[in-house]
């Protein structure tokens, strides 16, 4: 597929996988991906996992990323994992404000803010996801919704380190239902959050950064929603736990 900016594609396995099976799976993955170059391969297991599984990844074409960061840099915040200790493991990205740390932890978006810019000054590279409810939907709020995440989670981040950051758009009514917004619903959302990154830094930074689609992307509705001009990848959760769909997806993505 010929796109503008180069793909990535990432897997979110969320709380699955011991070290066990995570070491299991990536061995798996490893060989179905081995000289795939089209597309930035990226897989973030839990953190009890990340040890192991970056010395599978070593010399690989897949990349290391982490599901969570402390915004802090050391001292007193138990259970937290600073980006210099990700950093310990190759971790290349981060995974911040998930739609389920923003229900379930509360994240808000002047956390995540705080988190993007200790991800770039630790050099990791954030995925900021941003995603409406049902809800918002339903009562047309999209843009209204996805306009304040965006502004608020990439807040104060430079125009160097935004277009080292991947946004994430998924709908949160798409995410683990079986739902996925159409084609044209991402392209119109993702087109969306890159005029808001036109108007907050410029154009050139707008062009730059990749815009993945999360929710429900399975092998069959892969290649669709990236043949989208604004889909530049996706997060995929339950599909990126199996060989063979996140291989699939892809594969089917080039
Ligand atoms: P899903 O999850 O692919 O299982 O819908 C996506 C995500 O939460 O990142």
């Not at 391969?41 to 990349?63: D, G, K, M, Q, Y």
């Not at 990791?124 to 409810?133: A, Q, S, T």
Request: glycine share 8%.
């Amino acid at each position: 597929m010929n796109k503008e900016r180069k793909l990535i594609i990432a897997g979110n396995w969320k709380m699955n996988r011991t070290v066990a099976e995570a070491l299991d799976l990536v061995q798996s993955l490893k060989r179905e991906l081995n000289g795939v170059k089209e597309v930035d391969i990226v897989i973030c297991p839990p953190f009890t996992a990340l040890h192991a599984v970056a010395s599978e990844v070593l010399e690989s074409n897949i990349r290391l990323g982490a599901q969570n960061m402390s915004e802090n840099n050391v001292g007193a915040y138990t259970g937290e994992i600073a980006a210099v200790m990700l950093k310990e493991f190759s971790v290349r990205y981060v995974v911040l404000g998930h739609s389920e740390r923003r229900q379930y932890q509360q994240e808000s978006d002047a956390l995540i803010a705080r988190k993007a810019a200790a991800a770039h000054a630790g050099s990791i590279k954030p995925i900021v996801c941003v995603g409406e409810l049902l809800a918002d939907r339903e009562s047309d709020r999209t843009e209204q919704v996805i306009g304040s995440q965006i502004r608020g989670s990439l807040a104060g981040l430079t125009k160097e380190q935004m277009i080292e950051t991947i946004v994430a758009y998924e709908p949160v009514w798409a995410i683990g239902t079986g739902k996925t917004a159409t084609s044209q619903q991402a392209q119109d959302v993702h087109a969306f959050i890159r005029t808001t990154l036109r108007s907050m830094f410029d154009d050139n930074v707008a062009r730059k950064v990749r815009i993945q689609y999360g929710g429900s992307v399975k092998p069959n509705n892969a290649r669709e929603l990236m043949s989208q001009p604004d889909v530049d990848g996706a997060l995929v959760g339950g599909a990126s736990l199996e060989v063979r769909s996140f291989s699939d997806i892809i594969k089917n993505s080039i």
